[in-house]
């Protein structure tokens, strides 16, 4: 298996843009989760997905953030506009429900100036 | 969320075990250990997970105090492939936040040649 597909790898925007990230998690996989990381706040779980329906979005940061999980396969994170304060990387990660082990994907290193 | 508290930094030589520390007093009966490391521009991977037992995996073992309120994870011979962040994290096993893996800051893990 190809592993956790992240796209783009990298993100460079300007503040006021739309950024979508985009996430290919492991198939067979029932749970995907994102997570951003910054020197500041570490590693946050952001929001959760078990089998395509949003379970916990406790932890997205505003109205400005949001995420989709149309099927299993796919699942994006849209900041709309976003903000200098969103320069992060944002990881993707995946599980099988009953699975202890979550596979993290690459990350996509967003910068917005 | 129990809380898990790990030193900053820690140094080993090449060839030589290393043993990192992680105290979780405020541990849950059914809460797991799990242990994931970070290397540079890379996401965070799974290295071990634990309930009450030792345990033993390829990349590593996990020593669990009898009472759970500590951990040890032992990397039985450094390489520098292996200088990375580890991170200590228990997960909920019942409730809400069974799938949440809560990342602290981790010990940053340098690896001297």
């Known amino acids: 298996d190809a592993g956790v597909i992240q796209s783009p790898r990298h993100e460079v925007t300007e503040m006021g843009q739309e950024v979508t990230l985009r996430c290919k998690p492991i198939s067979g996989h029932n749970s995907l989760f994102w997570y951003r990381q910054t020197m500041m706040r570490g590693l946050e779980l952001l929001i959760y997905f078990n089998n395509n329906v949003p379970i916990d979005d406790s932890g997205m940061p505003e109205d400005r953030f949001s995420a989709k999980m149309p099927n299993a396969s796919f699942s994006t994170l849209k900041i709309q506009p976003s903000e200098p304060r969103d320069s992060a990387v944002y990881f993707c990660a995946s599980r099988m429900t009953r699975g202890e082990t979550q596979y993290f994907g690459p990350g996509t290193r967003l910068l917005v100036l | 969320d129990a809380k898990t508290t790990q030193p900053n930094s820690m140094e080993s030589n090449e060839e030589e075990p290393v043993h990192l520390p992680c105290n979780h007093s405020?541990?849950?009966?059914?809460?797991?250990i799990h242990w994931y490391r970070q290397l540079p521009s890379q996401g965070p991977e799974y290295v071990i997970h634990g309930l009450t037992s030792n345990v033993n995996n390829r990349m590593a073992s996990l020593a669990i105090a009898e009472d759970r309120k500590s951990s040890t994870l032992i990397l039985h011979r450094a390489t520098l492939r292996d200088a990375a962040v580890y991170y200590c994290i228990l997960r909920a096993l019942y409730g809400g936040a069974t799938n949440k893996l809560i990342f602290g800051t981790g010990t940053l893990l340098a690896v001297q040649p």
């Open positions: 405020t541990i849950s009966g059914t809460d797991y």
